[in-house]
Nanobody
């Protein structure tokens, strides 16, 4: 069983920063076999990808809307992934989810349908 728990959400002013964490609890799994993705969703809209990071951490993709502002990383020793969010905008307001899927490849997928494990989500609110 792979369980993901997000933390670090909250309310921040426009232009502020937050760092989200995604901690994985594994039983019989190896963390570095899993791709990690970050997604967000607002009520009434589809879940959208924010970023994904390959199992090694060597390949990372970002949505165009967050490029240059968000940074994804992972720490295999801690079984934890991070999403550093800088220069936050009101349109970044959403529930943020981390997700994972087992991969034998070197890249990561931006498609939610590929992800088998999801965290419970953490709210990020950006306001003036």
């Amino acid at each position: 069983q792979l369980q993901l728990v997000e933390s670090g959400g909250g309310s921040v002013r426009i232009g502020g920063s937050l760092m989200l964490s995604c901690s994985a609890s594994l039983s019989g799994f190896t963390y570095d076999h899993y791709v990690i993705g970050w997604f967000r969703q607002v009520p009434g809209k589809d879940r959208e990808v924010v970023s994904c990071i390959s199992r090694s951490g060597d390949n990372i993709d970002y949505a165009d809307s967050v490029k240059g502002r968000f940074t994804t990383s992972r720490d295999h020793a801690k079984n934890t992934a991070y999403l550093q969010m800088n220069n936050l905008k009101p349109e970044d307001t959403a529930v943020y989810y981390c997700a994972a899927y087992y991969s034998g490849g070197v890249y990561c997928s931006s498609f939610a349908v590929h992800y088998d494990y999801w965290g419970q989500g953490t709210q990020v609110t950006v306001s003036s």
